[in-house]
């Protein structure tokens, strides 16, 4: 190995590091007018433009939810639920966020029949 190379694995390692502080885990609860926590729920964000991903069931946590990482700063979640087909009509709800990078933030989207 050349010092070239050796060189170039601090500067990785800083790079990952790096990409790793920018983003904070986070649980998105999407829930209906009753509180309750909805499956397959979209979550868009920052207006319907980026696709986190889909709420569903959760074994650690026990509820529907996503769980991801969501770069620091503030953003408008969004989320899109169709319901069940002919018993319940689509759902939409949004929320706007300040993601800090502290620990693990908690995030409720009440959604409500458009």
Request: one cysteine or more; hydrophobic letters at 45%; glycine letters at 8%.
């Amino acid at each position: 190995m050349n010092l070239r190379n050796v060189s170039i694995i601090p500067v990785m390692a800083l790079m990952l590091l790096a990409g790793s502080a920018a983003a904070t885990n986070c649980i998105v609860y999407a829930v209906d007018e009753y509180q309750m926590p909805v499956n397959n729920a979209i979550i868009y964000l920052d207006d319907w433009s980026h696709r986190l991903g889909s709420t569903s069931y959760n074994a650690a946590i026990g509820r529907n939810c996503w769980v991801g990482e969501i770069a620091e700063g503030l953003h408008t979640l969004n989320v899109k639920w169709d319901g069940v087909a002919r018993l319940r009509p689509p759902h939409e709800g949004s929320a706007s966020v300040d993601i800090a990078g502290t620990g693990t933030e908690r995030i409720t989207i009440v959604m409500h029949k458009v």
